[in-house]
């Protein structure tokens, strides 16, 4: 009887643990990103970007430079008002000029970051309903594991969750 109990219990256990067995997944994130449509001009995009903040701190440089030689030109005629004033527009001009190339990569990144929002939202949605739909508990970015003996590549469910038929 004693023996029975104990089976029963261990048959029990067995069947809890088997109906509560976690199913995991990974995926290739950056594979699905490069897949979706529109992805390609994100990088056109940012190049755009970076040729217009190019473009500005050229322009910046170029309006120092020509206010520089002009002081240079006319520094022993000006009277020590206007060669003060001057001065002081050259510094201005130095400062505006080095806050710029300070945050060039500030303002970089938050154009990236603009750009890949609306991709990183739709693929994590699409990862979350893939999940529900097909019972996995985690599902991982390939990318950052450090080892897997197991789980499944649902990369592709993913992409046919986006509408990606690469």
């Known amino acids: 009887m004693k023996r029975n109990l104990i089976l029963l219990a261990v048959v029990m256990l067995m069947g809890i643990t088997a109906g509560h067995a976690q199913k995991y997944g990974h995926v290739n994130a950056n594979e ?3 897949a979706m449509p529109g992805a390609d001009t994100l990088q056109t995009a940012l190049q755009a ?3 217009e903040l190019e473009a500005e701190y050229t322009a910046m440089m170029t ?10 030109k006319e520094a022993g005629t000006m009277s020590s008002t206007v060669r003060a004033f001057r001065e002081k527009e ?12 300070q945050s060039l990569q500030d303002m970089m990144q938050e154009k990236q970051i603009e750009l890949m929002t609306p991709f990183q939202d739709k693929i994590i949605e699409a990862i979350q ?4 739909e097909n019972g996995y508990a985690y ?5 950052n594991l450090l ?6 590549d649902v990369s592709a469910l993913v992409k046919k969750k986006l509408g990606i038929t690469k």
């Open 32 to 34: 699905i990103f490069l």
């Open 49 to 51: 970007y970076q040729s």
């Open 63 to 72: 309006e120092f430079q020509t206010k520089y030689e002009k002081f240079n």
């Open 90 to 101: 050259l510094t201005d001009a130095q400062e505006r000029i080095s806050t710029f190339e």
């Open 129 to 132: 309903a893939v999940a529900k």
């Open 139 to 143: 599902i991982f970015d390939s990318k």
């Open 147 to 152: 080892y897997s003996d197991g789980g499944d």
